[in-house]
């Protein structure tokens, strides 16, 4: 008996372990794939699953108004784990403007999607480093119209999925540098619905580029069915040694409800550079200056 | 000269490596109004213009330079009539002495080893705007605990090494060979202690009667053997964060003393006092930690720190209320706990609950007193505080409020709205309205509700 529960114990870890992605291992979209197959990959992607290390600088732009464009820079950090049950740690610092200059956060993701991150912030009005409390998935990105979940926390297993079917997208005109792009590529489209009851959208349709097995573009629905935010997602394929990594370089969101935009730009993207885990430590927060 | 000194240095430095030079700075005017004048004091409190500037040299991958001048002019005190406060043009009005420079430190970085050497701030402790384990830094109290604590410490030049022997642990070492005593506003300022009020009174009608007042204030000498030591050990048990504290040395605060006292009419308090205001050497052993909850259950999203401090050996003020007869050491307990969550998408909670606990409530007859008014403390004092925090319009408003209680029903509640006009343009509005009994330490400014209104533009 003890033996059977053994074995069928080993069945169901390695019945979980085939439904996780390997950390540190490149994935491509295949025709035929399943929704939920599809999807593993554009999270792996999302989060830069597949290298050991990324850097690179980041620009949130806040269309207040065709007069008022108001902008902040940092400067990010990530490693890849994927062992001792963390997924991967990040460290973003400020840069601009300068009554937010050094203001910077270290974050450790896990592994397990039910857990919380953990946050520490170094806030240069103290000059001290604050333990703080993950926060909540519905606010705010840095004030954008992003939510936290959406570039930072959403994770797999937060939603449920179905495949629609296989279109040609039909290209997105980027109000910020007015220009159509990722006309006619060829997509994966999914229909995805949050897990959480009462979540602040009741249904979203994704578009993956079946090239570069990103998510280029989102629809998020209101519980009437009511369009209310568009995201759009530029993903390149960057050239590292001899593989191609897949790799976010600009993201646009509109509200519709209150027609505020914000635009993302990632740029001196690095990656595979030698990071050590050293870097991210409560200890490199103490070293802030600003 | 030394500053002709650094500035050169910073020239020439600038001049060679451009390429590896980063600043950010700021102008900003502030304007402190009374709200309710109780004819003790003017409307306005203070109109103090800032030019702040930040800089850093990146000398190599592991060698940074940081400079960080400040200098600030106060107008108030030339808009204003003369009057009492005006007399404390030469202290508050313009940057004092050294004060200018808030940091200037070398910093060396390695995996294993931090150095930083220079003028600069160390800061211990999880609690916020309680500093109980925070002492490492004097204080500058001209403002009460009304402003931002990176501005109430007083920088040091100190040695701080953080070696690491392992990924999340570090050791701390500190070696604090300068001095600088913690100060509070004169007499008679917008925001002077009622105990030096009190001083200056019975200054003024001693001498009516004929008495002196002679003080004299001891400073520890500027010798390498009073300097100040300290070690932190910070360290991870699973995703409990703690620190091991102990610090060492001469008090940054000054304690008085009366040496002598000879009276000129028999049975009074009138007559010739010999005072001194002494820094006394003491322990400070302590520690902290914080836990953030983050698995799935009722306390998901819930951190909770704290930090305990036995202050060991401080001289601590004896007497009844508003009157201190003397001055002795004992022991003091005090420990803070937090609790933070972020509630309602974007509602910033964090509560404070915190105990003062003295040692000896009584010594030679005498009531332990409050350093700060000559109010009667009770053995064990009791804290809230409850700061609540959000933002609106992607950001640009941030609006936060503090409370601070205390059980004898004293307490302050500041709010503050901060709105971004413009990237570099910044508005704040803030408000602080006191209560409690007039000995107690927020009652003390009962009658002193200030607004606040800053600008500030940086580059």
């Known amino acids: 008996m003890r033996f059977l529960l053994a074995f069928l114990f080993f069945l169901l870890n390695l019945a979980g372990f085939a439904q996780t992605l390997e950390v540190g291992k490149l994935y491509s979209l295949k025709e035929g794939m399943s929704a939920d197959e599809i999807m593993k990959i554009v999270y792996h992607n999302k989060y830069s699953l597949f290298c050991k290390d990324i850097t690179f600088k980041g620009e949130v732009i806040y269309v207040d108004s065709p007069t008022l464009i108001r902008k902040r820079k940092y400067i990010k950090h990530r490693i890849i784990l994927g062992r001792d049950g963390f997924s991967y740690k990040e460290l973003t610092a400020i840069t601009y403007p300068t009554e937010v200059k050094g203001l910077a956060i270290l974050v450790w993701s896990y592994l397990s999607p039910q857990k919380d991150q953990q946050v520490w912030l170094w806030l240069p009005t103290l000059k001290k480093v604050r333990k703080i409390s993950a926060s909540q998935d519905d606010d705010a990105f840095m004030g954008s119209d992003f939510t936290v979940e959406e570039v930072s926390t959403r994770r797999f297993e937060d939603e449920t999925y179905r495949l629609i079917g296989e279109k040609k997208f039909a290209g997105y005109r980027s109000k910020y540098k007015n220009e159509m792009l990722f006309k006619g590529r060829d997509c994966f489209v999914i229909e995805a619905h949050p897990k959480k009851a009462h979540w602040y959208y009741d249904k979203r349709i994704v578009w993956v580029d079946k090239k570069t097995g990103g998510h280029i573009y989102e629809e998020y629905f209101d519980k009437r069915g009511r369009l209310f935010k568009k995201i759009f997602r530029k993903w390149e394929l960057v050239k590292v040694g001899d593989k191609l990594y897949p790799t976010q370089t600009a993201l646009e969101v509109e509200d519709l409800r209150t027609h505020h935009r914000t635009v993302i730009l990632m740029e001196d993207i690095k990656y595979d550079q030698g990071l050590g885990e050293s870097l991210f430590t409560v200890k490199t927060l103490m070293r802030s200056r600003w | 000269m030394k500053k002709l000194l650094l500035f050169s240095f910073l020239t020439l430095t600038f001049l060679t490596q451009a390429k590896n030079f980063e600043y ?436």
């Open chain 2, 24 to 459: 950010a700075g700021y102008l900003k005017s502030e304007v402190w109004s009374k709200i309710n004048n109780d004819n003790s004091h003017l409307f306005l409190s203070s109109f103090k213009n800032t030019f702040d500037l930040e800089t850093e040299f990146k000398l190599s991958e592991n060698l940074s330079f940081f400079f960080h001048p400040r200098f600030f002019y106060d107008l108030a005190y030339d808009i204003r009539n003369q009057d009492i406060f005006d007399e404390n043009q030469e202290k508050l009005g313009h940057t004092q002495r050294g004060e200018w420079l808030r940091d200037c430190f070398l910093d060396y970085t390695s995996d294993t080893l931090d150095i930083r050497i220079g003028k600069q701030q160390v800061v211990w402790g999880q609690a916020d705007g309680l500093p109980f384990l925070d002492r490492v830094m004097p204080f500058d109290l001209s403002y009460y605990w009304l402003l931002d604590f990176a501005d109430i410490r007083i920088p040091l030049w100190m040695i701080k090494v953080e070696y690491s022997p392992s990924l999340n642990s570090t050791l701390q070492f500190l070696l604090i060979p300068d001095f600088e005593a913690s100060r509070s506003a004169p007499a008679g300022a917008p925001f002077s202690f009622k105990a030096v009020n009190i001083f200056d009174a019975f200054e003024k009608v001693n001498k009516k009667y004929g008495g002196s007042m002679n003080t004299t204030i001891y400073r520890p000498p500027k010798k390498f053997k009073n300097s100040r030591v300290g070690l932190r050990w910070r360290s991870m048990i699973g995703d409990f964060e703690y620190t091991l504290n102990w610090l060492y040395g001469y008090s940054t605060s000054a304690y008085t003393y009366t040496d002598s006292f000879t009276p000129v009419i028999a049975g009074t308090f009138f007559g010739n006092y010999e005072i001194s205001r002494r820094h006394k050497l003491m322990h400070i052993i302590g520690f902290s930690f914080n836990k953030s909850f983050v698995n799935p259950g009722i306390f998901q999203g819930l951190t909770i720190r704290g930090e305990f401090a036995y202050l060991h050996n401080e001289p601590t003020y004896y007497g009844m209320e508003g009157k201190r007869r003397l001055t002795e050491k004992t022991d003091k307990y005090t420990y803070v706990l937090g609790f933070d969550k972020y509630l309602f998408t974007n509602w910033f909670f964090s509560l404070q609950f915190a105990q003062y606990i003295h040692d000896k409530k009584t010594f030679s007859g005498y009531h332990v007193l409050n350093t700060y008014t000559y109010g009667l403390m009770d053995k064990v004092e009791n804290y809230l505080t409850l700061k609540i925090a959000t933002d609106f319009m992607h950001e640009r408003l941030k609006p936060e409020v503090l409370v601070v209680w205390n059980d004898d029903n004293d307490g302050r509640i500041s709010f503050k709205a901060k709105y971004e006009l413009r990237e570099n343009v910044w508005l704040t509005l803030g408000f602080h309205h006191f209560w409690g009994p007039p000995y107690g330490s927020n009652g003390q400014f009962r009658n002193n509700d200030h607004v606040v209104f800053e600008v500030k533009y940086t580059f």
